[in-house]
């Protein structure tokens, strides 16, 4: 999961668009989309603050 969120980091994913992707995981997956979805997203945000930080 870390390894996908900061790949998408490094390419420059929006918010928007790891948060859209999610939510089709989601929907695709059910249940356990919702555990690991919001833990995916965290991680997208987590890994893009370090790289507005590191900047």
């Known amino acids: 999961m870390a390894h996908h969120a900061q ?3 490094r390419h420059g994913a929006t918010e928007q668009e790891a948060a859209e992707t999610i939510g089709v995981a989601i929907l695709m997956n059910g249940g356990p989309g919702t555990v690991y979805g919001p833990r995916a997203f965290a991680a997208f945000r987590e890994f893009q603050e ?3 930080t590191a900047a």
């Open 50 to 52: 370090q790289t507005t």
């Open 7 to 9: 790949a998408a980091v």
